[in-house]
């Protein structure tokens, strides 16, 4: 075999594809890629001081263990062309067909993305990317092979470019190689990814591991003998490997606290048989000789993991009392467990490879699944949030009734699992039952828990709390969608009903008002699709309904419609007064205190004559009256009436400090009262708005100068709505 980062030829590439795949008129397209490749590349050298072609070669070469297909060997080969040799992609279709180009391509649009989650600016990119990979899965095992070979020579690059590719490949790509079963790759990767991110840590497993070489393989040698003649003595044909464990992998269990000599499989056998029940044959009689550990046995036979990875785990006490870890599996299991999805490549079949795979990825592979969920996210941030938190952390397995998998993000609920069973499922769902008990809908799921979710027809959908409960992205984004769906049917009959009782109040008929002629009037100046939509904004309060009837009817008042909708919406209840404000020439007219700037005595003011509403008193420096000409009218206070008055006052305060007692006390030195208080919070700051009753702008002055000496207080100032 070719050692790693060997120099290696077009030749030797050939002789090893040869091996599992001897058409001629394959190795010739692959030995033409590799010439058009090298032409590409003249003159071209790596850091290595090596020519680039043996970049593409090696990584061409890394995909032959896997048994790579004819295509994805000349996209591995050619997979730099369109990024570093300005060829157009026509030409890579035209020379090798239209499925090599899409490969290349996709791996060009993958090698451009910067996966640092600090990096938003090509979130956009990153998510037509990831969601593109679903279309062929061959473009992310070219790239786990590129980055495989790139991490063997990572020692050309300088420190910090070593961590920083270390750590994105830890992140990012270990997680995938992992779904995709592909174990060979996933620990080679991870054990190269802790020698640049921590080289202490790794030399020192391998130091550790060095001085105790030859202990262990003596007592696996010994093991390996015992057990071969148990299993030849029952006529069992096998074949048995020491497993040797990786650095990364003892490094996790040390960095959960473990010591050395307290990690069971260092100690590692992997047996081999023809048939599923040979396993359970094999485990029996091992267990009859060895006594296993208690609680670490695992059956991934009969439950297999969602990676398709199947085989027995099991831990004994073994030849001179060291423990064993013992994995049982067929040949065809240990190919799928090396291999993964790539394992289904096959040679033999009819029809298109592409297919087999497909076919393979959608019945076995919900990771894909999941990016394409995925994309239905409302902005990148949240996208690029969601592939790392969904998609990247711990997963547990847990099975529907009938025994099928069920592949959910640790922390994951009966919420999730029901919508990740079907969006129906979702919302007609009233209950869950896990493992047979009654469990509230915020259980967290544990593994291998058996979920049975609880529906009925009649039920009216999901509950608006059940966003907070969920975990996965896709829940949370199924159960927005169906209330965005319930609040656009409300919205749109609120408005229609809005807009039928105002024309009632303006004796307009509506059929006569909602002419064709009439409608695309209101459509086009609303800047709608259609009627219902303007029906909708009605409802939803982004349209008001004055001016909407105004499109037609052609009356400038819109202004005149939005002060009256405030002062007839507002919560805190204005006095209606007849003599304490003075119009001058009129005695007997109704007179309001407007509510969006709320006018108190001693501000100057002025009125503005209503239809049908008498007359609205606005302070002077009110926006909502700057630009009007008509209808304003001089009014005054009449200082023989005192009363108290609501104005708003805006209190905005250092974040948690807890100032309102504070503040209230405050009141006691004045002459006023709070009437209501409502406190908003942000990140930087608390911010109390308050609605008080005064009696005069001078009491209102003294108690913000009394509030601005509160230490913490950053800002005090009166409220114009």
């Known amino acids: 075999m070719t050692k790693k980062n060997a120099h290696i030829t077009i030749d030797d590439l050939l002789k090893t594809v040869s091996t599992y795949m001897n058409r001629p008129n394959e190795l010739k397209l692959i030995e033409d890629a590799y010439q058009y490749a090298a032409e590409k590349h003249f003159g071209i050298k790596r850091l290595t001081g090596e020519d680039y072609i043996e970049h593409p070669l090696q990584v061409a070469y890394i995909l032959t263990k896997i048994n790579a297909d004819t295509e994805t060997l000349c996209a591995a080969l050619l997979h730099d062309i369109l990024e570093d040799c300005d060829t157009p992609k026509a030409e890579l279709e035209e020379k090798f067909g ?106 020192g497993i391998a130091e550790e591991l060095s001085q105790t070489k030859v202990e262990r393989d003596n007592a696996v040698n010994e093991m390996m003998k015992k057990v071969s003649e148990i299993l030849a003595k029952n006529s069992i044909p096998h074949q048995i490997k020491g497993r040797a464990k990786s650095i990364y992998s003892i490094y996790k269990k040390l960095d959960k606290g473990k010591k050395f000599n307290e990690i069971y499989d260092l100690l590692a056998l992997r047996v081999f048989v023809n048939t599923e029940q040979e396993c359970y044959q094999a485990l029996g009689l091992i267990h009859a000789m060895y006594r296993p550990i208690p609680k670490r046995f695992k059956d991934y036979i009969a439950m297999p993991k969602t990676n398709m990875y199947q085989s027995l785990h099991t831990t004994v006490f073994g030849f001179d009392g060291y423990l064993f870890e013992i994995q049982i599996r067929t040949y065809e299991m240990d190919e799928v467990a090396e291999r993964g999805i790539a394992s289904h490549w096959s040679y033999k079949e009819k029809g298109s490879t592409v297919a087999v795979m497909q ?124 209330y965005r769906k319930m609040d656009k049917e409300e919205n749109l009959k609120k408005g229609e009903e809005i807009l039928a009782k105002e024309l009632r109040k303006r004796k307009i008929a509506f059929n006569d008002f909602l002419s064709n002629e009439n409608s695309n009037k209101i459509v086009m100046e609303s800047k709608c699709e259609d009627l219902n939509e303007v029906y909708r904004n009605i409802g939803s309060g982004k349209l008001a309904v004055g001016s909407v009837i105004n499109m037609v009817t052609e009356e400038n008042n819109t202004k005149e419609e939005i002060i009256l909708r405030k002062t007839q919406n507002k919560e805190v209840v204005l006095p209606t007064v007849k003599n304490d404000i003075v119009v001058e020439g009129i005695d007997a007219i109704k007179v309001n205190v407007a509510s969006c700037c709320k006018p108190i005595p001693g501000d100057r003011i002025m009125g503005y004559i209503t239809k049908g509403y008498g007359i609205t008193v606005h302070r002077m420096v009110c926006p909502n009256i700057q630009e ?71 009491t209102l002055i003294k108690f913000i100068n009394e509030i601005e000496q509160i230490p913490n207080v950053l800002e005090v100032k009166r409220l114009i709505k």
């Open 98 to 203: 239209m499925t090599v180009a899409n490969l290349v391509d996709g791996v060009t649009k993958i090698n451009k993305l910067n996966f640092d989650n600090g990096t938003n600016a090509t979130s956009a990119t990153h998510r037509k990317i990831l969601v593109g990979l679903c279309e062929d899965v061959r473009v992310i095992i070219i790239k786990l092979a590129d980055r495989l070979h790139n991490m063997r020579t990572l020692w050309v690059h300088p420190e910090e470019k070593q961590k920083e590719k270390a750590k994105e490949t830890l992140d990012i790509l270990t997680p995938i190689a992992s779904r995709l079963g592909m174990n060979h790759f996933k620990s080679e990767l991870e054990d190269l990814s802790l020698r640049y991110l921590k080289p202490e840590i790794y030399f």
């Open 628 to 698: 009007l000409e008509e209808r304003i009218i001089d009014v005054k206070w009449n200082t023989k009436i005192a009363k108290h008055y609501p104005t708003n006052i805006i209190v905005r305060t250092m974040k948690n400090a807890n100032l309102l007692l504070d503040i209230i006390a405050k009141t006691s030195n004045s002459n006023l009262s709070v009437q209501s208080i409502n406190t908003l919070h942000s990140t930087n700051d608390t911010t109390y708005d308050i609605t008080v009753l005064v009696e005069s702008k001078e």
């Open 359 to 482: 076919n393979t990825m959608e019945q076995k592979l919900q990771f894909f699944r999941s990016i394409m969920e995925l994309n239905e996210e409302p902005n990148d941030e949240q996208f690029m949030k969601s592939v790392t938190e969904d998609i990247f952390k711990d997963t547990i397995y847990v099975y529907t009734p009938a025994g099928d998998v069920i592949e959910l993000p640790a922390g994951a609920t009966p919420i999730d699992f029901a919508y990740k069973v079907h969006s129906g499922v979702g919302d007609k769902m009233v209950g869950a039952l896990v493992n047979n008990n009654i469990v509230p809908l915020d259980y967290e799921l544990q593994n291998q828990d058996i979920v049975k979710i609880n529906t009925n027809k009649n039920a009216i959908g999901p509950s608006r709390e059940w966003i907070h409960m969920a975990k996965t992205t896709q829940a949370k984004n199924k159960i927005r969608t169906f």
